[in-house]
């Protein structure tokens, strides 16, 4: 079993839609959990971190689910701008221990 | 600025040849990464240093050297051996001790011709 699965998409929304990213993770002692964002041929940057309290910035939800194993990522109200690469990632020790990446789920907001 | 630089952005490379990849941060993080990224794939782990004088392998490092002799410096060497070079790079820091996040540099995409 891989470490971060994601579904690959692509996604294909409409502008004003709401869409929703999983993922789900291997190591249950995982530690931290973040989005990150990465646009065609730049380096991914951070969206959001996870909190298992669930958290919100904006139009973006974030939610995790330990005992599920499962992060999920809401975007309402989609915008043309939201066009990208969204990245689950884990931190599977506590410390600063390499991330492990998900390949991705990747979104498309249409006109 | 504050901040991960990468130089260059674009490189070109005869094969055979090894060629150094330079990533450098003035964030006072203590941790650096490399990575690597083909077209439409997910990122993978090159090497990874914690503190100045020590770094580990990640999942792909052959074919790789890195040095960590700064703590603002993590050099990347991709040497002939590695057999598909032709890549994105990317470097990333972060402070250790933690689990905060890792920040990346704008990435080196050479291409070995």
């Known amino acids: 079993r891989k470490e971060v699965e994601q579904d690959p998409g692509p996604f294909n929304v409409p502008e004003g839609a709401t869409v929703a990213f999983n993922c789900t993770y291997s190591n249950s002692a995982s530690q931290s959990f973040f989005w990150y964002r990465q646009d065609c041929r730049k380096e991914p940057k951070l969206l959001m971190s996870v909190y298992s309290s669930g958290n919100e910035d904006g139009r973006f939800t974030a939610q995790l689910n330990r005992a599920s194993q499962y992060i999920s990522l809401l975007i309402r109200d989609s915008k043309l701008s939201d066009s990208a690469t969204y990245l689950c990632?884990?931190?599977?020790?506590?410390?600063?221990?390499?991330?492990?990446f998900g390949k991705g789920t990747r979104l498309s907001v249409i006109a | 600025d504050g901040g991960i630089t990468q130089s260059p952005k674009y490189l070109f490379r005869k094969e055979g040849q090894n060629v150094t990849l330079s990533c450098e941060q003035n964030l006072n993080h203590d941790a650096m990464y490399w990575y690597r990224q083909d077209p439409g794939q997910g990122l993978r782990l090159i090497y990874y240093?914690?503190?100045?004088?020590?770094?580990q392998k990640g999942d792909i490092a052959e074919g790789y050297s890195v040095s960590r002799e700064k703590k603002e410096s993590f050099p990347l060497t991709v040497t002939s051996a590695q057999k598909n070079p032709t890549a994105f790079y990317l470097c990333?820091?972060?402070?250790?001790?933690?689990?905060?996040?890792?920040?990346f540099g704008p990435g080196t995409r050479l291409t070995v011709l």
């Open positions: 990333a820091s972060g402070r250790a001790g933690s689990t905060d996040t890792q920040y």
């Open positions: 990632v884990v931190n599977p020790y506590s410390g600063n221990t390499p991330l492990v």
């Open positions: 240093s914690q503190i100045v004088n020590d770094f």
